[in-house]
């Protein structure tokens, strides 16, 4: 979380906490944005308003690219294929297995190196987080180095000098972020994590749950609405 | 082009020359196929309809995904802007650098890598070979290595044992894989390479040259009809 902020980047937005914190850290560093969401066939695509929403405050561009297609391609997803529950409760290895697209992480990343070596921008911004490490092989350092040196390889020439690829809050918890996004100022209200699509955070599913614990252990208030009052899992 | 053949591949079919002399080549040994076609904005669809009619052929699975939103990304290509002249003549650093579009490969592997990881395929076949690394570096054997530790690292636990990526005429030319298309028996006509979207191959455009340049320097009876019926260029 040091060095020199990107002149400009493009950062994969989901409308979450963690990539809005990313977009907001980077906006306070000076840098211009670009968010960029997916739509890959999710059940719901509320979290593509609440991307368009941060983008909005920051007065950045948001683009959204249609990858519904892959929908079709990636059957035995809990977040594509409506035949599969999504889990209730804590992460878990077992639990969350289900909520894994297949490679999405690196074709995210490829789109988004696309939109930024034919925009000009010197960098492309992630939200991965210590806590996603276990269940998300494609959240952790060694695979954002291993791309890295990918996009090196593949665009030679083509990126702007000193392109980089940026997963800066890689070593934070989810609570380091809800304290990183309170200095920033992150709209919190205005985040969506819950992976059903109901009118309010169901409080209960994986991310709700994580959500909930990470704005408890920062000791950050917590406005966000959820359906279930009081956390389902005891900690 | 030497081990086993793969039991199930998903083939990068773009209704050309090389991917589907790479997808006969697989049959020939015994491998079930997908086809996987993307539409990504290009000019003309031409190349998906020959890719479906190769499918056919060799009774595969054909599936496209439209990743056509990419091409608003994409400025600046010749083959997803129509602002952009298609470049005649020999292929060459200067005349093609506009048909590259940026991260290309890596976008359609990570995209194929997912189909393969969510069909049960244990191999991703893509058919660069030797005459496309000076322009492209996302053809190249070190480009291929990189991209397959990245697939091992970003889905750790999820492809099946001995998943691996097939790049088998990376060592050839397209004159070489014109012999070996025709040792297979590929029905030539039935390809296309021109990147315009007549209805016959222009004869004088990059793809055009070198595709009549392979059939000449094979000794392989060309079945391909150009609009013009002598090279523009002379070798």
Redesign the interface.
């Known amino acids: 979380m040091t060095g020199q902020a990107p002149h400009r980047a493009v950062v994969i937005a989901s409308g979450g906490l963690d990539s809005s914190t990313v977009a907001y850290w980077l906006a306070d560093r000076g840098s211009q944005l670009t968010l960029l969401s997916f739509d890959y066939g999710q059940r719901h695509r509320k979290e593509l308003h609440y991307a368009k929403r941060i983008a909005g405050h920051l007065g950045a561009d948001h683009?959204?690219?249609?990858?519904s297609?892959?929908g079709?391609?990636?059957?035995?997803s809990a977040l594509t294929d409506l035949g599969v529950q999504v889990p209730d409760g804590h992460y878990s290895e077992a639990s969350m297995r289900s909520t894994?697209?297949?490679?999405?992480?690196?074709?995210m990343l490829?789109?988004a190196?696309?939109?930024a070596?034919?925009?000009g921008a010197d960098a492309v911004a992630f939200g991965a987080h210590s806590g996603d490490h276990a269940i998300y092989?494609?959240c952790?350092t060694?695979?954002f180095d291993?791309?890295a040196?990918?996009?090196r390889?593949?665009?030679?020439?083509?990126p702007t000098e000193g392109f980089e690829l940026l997963a800066p809050f890689i070593g934070l918890t989810k609570a380091d972020i809800v304290e990183v996004g309170r200095q920033v100022g992150v709209p919190f209200e205005d985040t969506w994590s819950c992976y059903k699509g109901g009118e309010v955070h169901c409080g209960v599913c994986g991310t709700c749950t994580e959500r909930r614990e990470a704005f408890e252990v920062a000791g950050v208030v917590d406005p966000t609405v959820y359906s279930t009052s009081v956390p389902a899992v005891a900690r």
Chains 1, 2 share one sequence.
Do not use: M, Q, W
Request: proline share 5%.
């Open positions: 683009k959204v690219v249609d990858l297609d892959l079709r391609l990636l059957a035995g894994v697209v297949p490679n999405r992480n690196t074709i490829s789109v190196v696309a939109a070596v034919s925009s092989p494609d952790r060694s695979f291993l791309f040196a990918v996009t390889e593949g665009n030679e020439g083509f």
